[in-house]
């Protein structure tokens, strides 16, 4: 069997005397994409810093393409919640930015912006740009030095629900089209279902993996399909430190529901 993309084996993380991470251990395949989700504190962003190369003081092993993550490794791409553009560069400056000022000309710079839909602003500035249009440049900027893993933490938190749509759909398509492996933290559960092939879920005091869901459906996804709504239930009730399979909307899963379920569904309380 192949190598896996991420192999990650973290049996120990403390920052001083406080146990962060216990034992959080799994594994992505090249193309998957897989979300994180868990509670406030459990540890999900010192994972994903962990993966990038942003901290080795752990204990255990992790590897991305069969080597130890390091902080300049192009194998690995981030994109933050907020976009963290720089305000005196262009558009395409920030997306070419791993090249220094000059990255900005590079073709794959415009390709990327023509793909994130942001062709007509290679020359404006971040503060000329709309949240949703600043966060494109942002996946953009991730894209640009075609890792071969892209991490997200809460990425499309700072947007409004129908531009999270529009980025999530636009995060799919442009991400299988470099064959880039996902590997997302999102503290909405209906997200991950719909955009992932794997959710591993957390809980707190330490960080640990409570499960794993396989959505298991085909693409494209329709958001009103019964059986993620049944999905998004699953990791809400390991999330809540249950069962999954605990509500049943089996009886006919092709039907697709109204937004009645996934808005309960969303209402998840991720305090401590
Ligand atoms: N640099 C640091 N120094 C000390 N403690 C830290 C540091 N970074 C994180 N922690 C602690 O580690 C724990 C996990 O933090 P982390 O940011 O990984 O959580 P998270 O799951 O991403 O939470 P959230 O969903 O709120 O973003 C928290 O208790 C936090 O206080
Ligand atoms: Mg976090």
Redesign the pocket.
């Known amino acids: 069997m192949s190598q896996p993309l991420l192999a990650l084996a973290v049996k120990a993380k403390d920052?001083q005397t406080?146990h962060?991470i216990d034992n959080v251990e799994f594994s992505i395949d090249q193309g998957q994409v897989v979300s994180l989700v868990?509670p406030?504190?459990?540890?999900?962003?010192?994972l994903l810093r962990i993966i990038a190369g942003l901290g080795s003081d752990y204990q255990g092993e992790v590897r991305v393409k069969g080597e130890r993550p390091h902080l300049h490794s192009r194998d690995v791409g981030f994109i933050f919640q907020e976009p963290r553009l720089l305000p005196w560069l262009t558009v395409a400056e920030n997306v070419g930015f791993d090249l220094g000022r000059a990255g900005g000309k590079h073709p794959r710079v415009h390709e990327l912006l023509t793909e994130v839909g942001l062709a007509d602003f290679a020359n404006a500035y971040p503060k000329q740009l709309s949240g949703g249009m600043a966060q494109r440049a942002a996946i953009a900027r991730g894209l640009f030095t075609q890792p071969a893993l892209l991490l997200l933490d809460e990425p499309f938190s700072a947007v409004d629900a129908f531009t999270r749509m529009r980025l999530q759909d636009l995060l799919l398509s442009i991400t299988s089209h470099h064959d880039t492996t996902l590997l997302m933290?999102t503290?909405d559960v209906n997200e991950s279902a719909y955009l992932s092939d794997r959710v591993v879920v957390m809980a707190s005091r330490p960080?640990r993996i409570s499960g794993e869901i396989e959505i298991g459906l085909p693409r494209p996804r329709d958001r009103r399909n019964l059986q993620l709504t049944q999905r998004a239930a699953d990791i809400l009730n390991l999330l809540n430190g249950g069962q999954p399979d605990s509500l049943d909307f089996s009886e006919n899963p092709e039907q697709s529901v109204g937004c009645r379920e996934p808005l309960f569904i969303s209402r998840f309380n991720f305090a401590h």
Do not use: A, R
């Not at 406030?40 to 962003?45: D, E, F, H, Q």
């Open positions: 920052f406080h962060v868990g406030s504190g459990c540890g999900k962003s010192t933290v503290h960080g």
